[in-house]
Structures are given as C-alpha cells and as structure tokens.
C-alpha cells in the first residue's frame, strides 16, 4: 500500500509521445497490408472453412493406456535432454567463466566472450537443425543443441559472477602456496556455488521448455512426437500431447514459482 | 592436492574429499539412466560419415551467398519477419487489454464489498485466468505449426502464433503492474460509484501508461525473435528461408541468413531500446 508521500505527478501531455505514438501506428498497419493480413477476414474465414471438424478431433484426446505410457516415457526423454544439457553447460561454462571474467588475460577474455555471445545468438532450433546433421535424429542431438546455446548464456552469466566475486580468499590461499587450482577450487568456488546453481536451475526451468519443442526439427522428446501425430493427421494423439505440453509448462512454472518464494523467504 | 608437510611427508589435505566423492557418486547413479533416455552417444560425432555431411554443410559456410537475387529474397523475408512480429504484437495487445483488465485485482470491485453479482464476476475472472494460462501455456511454435495446418504455409499462422501466445503473456503483465503502481485513486473511483473502464481510465492508466508501454515494446523485441523461430515450421519469414536452406544443405544461404538474423536481433534491440528511452 504506497502513502501519500509517493505519489507522483500523472504524465502530462507530451508532442514526442504523440509522434512516436503515431509513427508506431502508421507502422503497424503498414505491417497488416504489408501481409495482406486483414484480421476482420479471420472470423469469415473461419466460418467459411471446414476448419471446425479440424479443431473439433482435438476435443477427444487419446487417453488409451498404451499412449498414456508412450507419453510418459516422452516427457522423461525430455526431462532428461534439458537435465543432461543443463548439467554439460554448466560444466562447460565454468571452464569458460574463468576467460571470460579475465583471468587468462584480456585477449583471451575478449576471445571467450565473442565465443558465448556467438554460442547463445544462434536460437536452440538452429543449433539442433545443424546437429541434426552431425549425429542423426534423435534426443542425443537436442541434448547438444541445447548443451551449445546454454554454455553461451551461462558462461556469460558464470563469467559476470566470477567477475564480481572479491577476490581475496583467492590471494590469500595463493599467497600462502597454494596452486592456482586448488586456490580456484577451495577459494572462489565456495563462494560463487550457490549463485552459481541458481543460475544453473533457472536455465533448466527454460530448457525443459525448449526441450518439448526441439524436436520438431527431429531432436527428439515431446516435440518430435507432436510432429509426428500431426503430419499423420492423428489430432486426438496430438492433442494428448499438446495437453502434456501445457501440463508439464505448468508443473515447472509452479515448482519454480515455489522454489523462488522460498529463497526469498530464506533470504528475510 | 597434495603438499609436503614440515617432516617432508605428503598428505592429502582435502576435508571435503569425502562428502565431495559421495556427492559425485550418487549423481552418477541419477545420472546413468537419464543419458540412456537421451541416448547420450558422443561416439556418433566421431562418425566419419556424419562427418563428412557436417563438414561438407559448415565449409559451405564462408563465404556466405551474397548473389543479388538471394539477397532481395532475404530483404523481403526480413521485412516480412519485422511486419509479422508488428502485427503479432498489434493483435497480442487486442487480446491482452480486456484480459488483463478482467484479471487485475486493483480494478476489482467484489474486492471492495460484497456486490449483487459477486459470484459472476468471480466465475469470469477464473475463466479469463485460465484462458491466458491456456493461450501463454502452449509454446508460440506448437501454436504456429497448428495454424499452419488451418491457414497453410506463410505468414498468417506466424503472426496469429505470436498474436495467441503474447496476448497470453501480456496480459499477465498488464494484470501485474496495474496491481504494483499505486492503486488507490482508482479504489476511490470505485469506492465511489465509478464504472470499472472509467476507473481505469482515469485511475490508473496515467500512473502506469509508461511501464505498460515500455513493457510492450520490450515483447516486441522478444517477438521479433519468435517470429523468426516461428518461421521453422513454415510460419514465413526469415525462419522459414532458413528451414528451406538448411533442407537443402545450402550452407552459403544458412550462413547469409544468420547473419541478416543476428542484426535484425540487433537492430530490433536497438529500436525496443531507443524507444523505451523516449517514454521515460
């Protein structure tokens, strides 16, 4: 509940607002005819079509005992592509925080940036369409598809933490002769973890998203199932799948939802 | 890690070897059958004939297809990229401002006291919560390649995909930061006998007009994006220009594309950003 105190004036009429205003508008129905997209045309065709027996299949969801198991073990192939990713890239990532953040001079630091921001520009999909290539269909290749894509985020972000972290625990143990590893391991590292999984979990929470729709580009899990069920035109099995799609979006929005509130809580 | 005490004997000087090692072990034990689901088989990199399909596509890359007539087709697959995700937002926030109106509890006025039809609106706002989970839920890709399937190839299912699932996500924020800003003169409008639009109008729009705006825009950038991805499964644009090249093994075009790819991203970033320095 805000107090008086912070009450702020309302925005007052400004001519810049306006014009950016308009400029945005003409724009975007600049966007529609460029398209030839007219969006009262949707609702006619809508009923013009034989759309409705379409939808309609989707209605009855495939819920058969047999398919219920192919499900399962789909959402586990998926669970397990953005585990084993996430656990890779961050293995991987840890090596390339310690160039990033500096520590092996600034060509190198320069080097491994362009490296991770080159990794994570390349969206998921494209990566598995090209590593589709390298090692044929299947879940191994979303695996690395989303392997590559997270070490650049998290070796940016791993990098960003090293970075920030005092360093004296480090010198300390170097001084008293300690190797750079071990001082790297016993020094920092301690230090760095918990932020460290945290972004680790959070990557996960959003390559288990990406893992459901990797495969249609062949990657394997829930994706490459839906693909499948569709280009046979099997709606009521596609339906089933998107429904687990929705519910497994679901289950990790609220398990994170609930995680996070309890750090917060944890940190006062 | 060993080092030499003063006596001169080694010793390990590990306290947390024991705890790190079981650590490891009980991981590996998770582990195991969860890279027989992924069907984790690094070997197949070493496959000379996956090699050579690799190799051939990747060495095809530099230098990337600069010919005239493809590179008029990549300027108008990246015009129809920025237009699709334009219209996509235009839609989005079609769908999104009457559901998050209904979702946000600062425009509540079953909140305030027991109103005649306090069950209705109750059963509305449920509906309309559900309604943006369903549509935010599904993936805007799983939305693009299913309207593909009733619009055909192009793209119309792109800008409807993005249209469903940032309706979806913007009115979630919208319901959000009408409930953060200051709520009371819209309260008091209520309070007073005000209608719910008025009260919104005249109570809240103007303290939250900018992060509405600045948040858009920003979802605009995301959309751009999207509608690139979206364009995977035939949604039009440059994904889709991309999806044919790669089908292709054109290495040369892929490698065009994703660099027309990475600064439209730039550039979309740039423009989000310019923008959002003009609303504050």
Known sequence: MSTLTDLKMARQFCLKC???FFIIICLTVWSFAYLGLNPIRFFSFYADSNIAPFIARFFSPDLSTPYLLKIGSGILETLSISAIATLLASIISIGLALPTAGRFGPTAKSMTRFLCNFLRSVPELVWAAIIVLAVGLGPFAGTLALTLHTAGVLGRLFGETLENHPTANNTALINSGAGRVAAFLYGTLPGIYPQLLSYSLYRWEMNIRMATILGFVGAGGLGQMLFYELALLREPKASTVIITMLFLVMVVDAISNKLRAAQLHSMG | MKHHSSSGKPYISDPAASSRLTLIAVSLVILWPMLELAQFQPWLLLNPENIEVLGNFLVQFIPPNTEADFLRIVLVATIETLAMATAGIALAI??????GLTISHSLS???????????FSKFVRFI???LMLFLRGIPEIVWALLLVRIFGLGPTAGVLAIAITYGG?????????LE???TLPARALLVSGSGRLAAFFYGLLPSTAQELASYTVYRWECAVRASVVAGFVGAGGLGQLMDQSMKMLNGGEVSTILVVFFILVLLADNISLLIRKQLE
Do not use: D, H
């Open chain 1, 18 to 20: 306006l014009v950016v």
């Open chain 2, 94 to 99: 079609l769908i999104a401002v009457p559901l």
């Open chain 2, 109 to 119: 006025i079953s909140r305030i006291g027991p109103g005649s039809n306090y069950l």
């Open chain 2, 128 to 130: 309309a919560r559900f």
């Open chain 2, 169 to 177: 996500m913007l009115s979630k924020v919208y319901s959000e930061i």
């Open chain 2, 180 to 182: 953060s800003g200051n």
